[in-house]
């Protein structure tokens, strides 16, 4: 028999997605409108950040756990019996899996097969499945459908791409009542400075230049971190198991537009943009069709890029302490 209020189970919530969408939940917009049980999971790596949650402490439980510990992992779930898994946890930054790869296979392969394992053991209702566009490549022009090949580039990606593959297996070998997301680049309050837009307003702050890769011609397709949190919850609730779901903004924009309108959101010269080595491998273009989650879903983002620049910069100007406390760490990966 179905519980009034789901218990949902949130790996990862501690980070910059991850914790959005735990806002989002809590602010009771769950199928009926109930705030439901909220469990997070997460290991507190460089990338988790229990202060995006200070607000809304008290009001979730929360496990300091390796998803890739099984026995840690099936003691919460004996004990807490979960409804909804959607699994954010995972090792997110592809400069960081281009320097090494070996937290990437952990965290984010074998730990999704772990936690679907207990999903699976203990008979859940839903799982979420919290994949990236970068599954699919790049793509000069055209968008990508849900089905597009597979073909992922860097060592993130392949790992990413290993593990949705992993959760569509379990879906049809299991019938495990999972659905996969893949959204596009997320930016916005929290993000950890390592990131391009976060990392950009941090080095402005220091009074530095803002480094784009290459000649800034990437493309990305950007995604505020609310609207893509209101697009994981919508495919939770209303999304057919069994399917996968693009979730991107369609605001796609070149690195060297998106850092100049940045600049110029921050009010500083476009002089701070300063052109530097290459990312290996470095993906030409992200663009996703999402027309199946605006159709079937109902979902639409709301916020553009401007806009969500302007609002992500107020954020962050706020926030300094919070940034700059990351310095140390940024500062060794990018020597
Ligand atoms: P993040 O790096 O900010 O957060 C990841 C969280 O997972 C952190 O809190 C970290 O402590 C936790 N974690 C890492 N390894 C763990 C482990 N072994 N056990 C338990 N917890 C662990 O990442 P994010 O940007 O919030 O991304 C969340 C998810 O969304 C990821 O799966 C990522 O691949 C996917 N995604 C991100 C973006 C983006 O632009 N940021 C876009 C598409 C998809
Ligand atoms: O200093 C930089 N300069 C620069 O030009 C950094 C950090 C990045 N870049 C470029 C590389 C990319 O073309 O900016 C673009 C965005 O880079 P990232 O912010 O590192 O994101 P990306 O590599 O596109 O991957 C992101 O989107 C998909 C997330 O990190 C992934 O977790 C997500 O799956």
New binding site residues.
């Given amino acids: 028999m179905r519980k009034r209020i789901p218990k949902i189970i949130v790996?990862?919530?501690?980070?910059?997605?991850?914790?959005?969408f735990v806002r989002l939940l809590l602010r009771g917009l769950s199928p009926k409108g109930s705030v439901p049980s909220i469990i997070v999971?997460?290991?507190?790596?460089?990338?988790?950040?229990l202060k995006r949650l200070e607000e809304e402490k008290g009001k979730f439980k929360f496990y300091k756990?390796?998803?890739?510990?099984k026995k840690q992992l099936e003691a919460i779930f004996a004990k807490e019996k979960p409804d909804i898994v959607v699994?954010?946890?995972?090792?997110?930054?592809v400069d960081r899996s281009i320097n090494d790869a070996t937290?990437f296979i952990?965290?984010?392969i074998k730990?999704t097969q772990v936690i679907m394992d207990l999903s699976r053991k203990f008979g859940i209702d839903k799982f979420i499945f919290?994949?990236?566009?970068?599954v699919y490549g790049e793509i000069a022009s055209g968008k990508f459908n849900e089905n597009s090949p597979i073909k992922p580039n860097s060592p993130?990606a392949a790992s990413?791409a290993a593990a949705d593959l992993l959760v569509q297996s379990y879906i049809r070998t299991y019938k495990i009542p999972a659905l996969i997301i893949?959204?596009?680049?997320?930016?916005g309050p929290w993000?950890?400075p390592e990131?391009l837009v976060s990392l950009a307003i941090l080095r402005i702050i220091e009074g530095k230049n803002v480094p784009v890769y290459g000649r800034g011609q990437n493309v990305r397709e950007w995604?505020y971190?609310d609207d893509?949190a209101r697009g994981i919850l919508a495919v939770m609730n209303k999304g057919k198991i069994g399917q996968v779901y693009n979730l991107g903004s369609t605001c796609e924009s070149r690195n060297i537009d998106t850092v100049k309108l940045l600049l110029k959101t921050l009010g500083v010269s476009l002089n701070r943009l300063e052109f530097v080595n290459d990312r290996l491998g470095h993906d030409l273009r992200y663009s996703l069709d999402s027309k199946k989650l605006n159709r079937k879903i109902g979902w639409k983002p709301t916020i553009k890029l401007t806009e969500g620049l302007k609002l992500t910069v107020e954020w962050s100007l706020k926030h300094q302490a919070w940034l700059k406390s990351k310095l140390k760490d940024i500062n060794k990966l990018y020597k």
Avoid: M, W
Wanted: include cysteine.
């Fill in positions: 790996t990862g919530g501690a980070g910059f997605i991850g914790s959005a999971i997460d290991k507190l790596t460089y990338a988790g950040d756990t390796d998803i890739c510990n699994h954010f946890a995972a090792e997110s930054h937290s952990e965290t984010n730990g919290i994949s990236t566009d970068e993130y990413k893949r959204p596009s680049n997320n930016y993000q950890y990131k995604l971190v893509c």
